[in-house]
């Protein structure tokens, strides 16, 4: 339960950063989401997803 909770406080980490960093760009990127297609968006986040499980299993394994 302790990895869960480090993992969603770095989450909350690198979000923050984003904002905090580069405001201008996370309102262009969100002016810019509704052009992207769900398909795209999909393959995207299930590329994101498989990353994720692999840099997670190569630090644990």
Known sequence: ???FLVAIGLFFVIEGLVYAL??????KMA????LISDRQMR?????AVCLGVFF??????
Not at 22 to 27: G, H, I, K, L, Q
Not at 43 to 47: A, N, R, V
Not at 56 to 61: A, D, L, P, Q, S
Request: no cysteine; aromatic share 12%.
């Open 56 to 61: 997670v299993w190569m630090i644990r394994g």
């Open 31 to 34: 002016e810019e989401l509704p």
């Open 22 to 27: 580069a405001p201008s760009f996370v309102r």
């Open 1 to 3: 339960m302790s990895d």
């Open 43 to 47: 393959t995207f986040g299930l590329g």
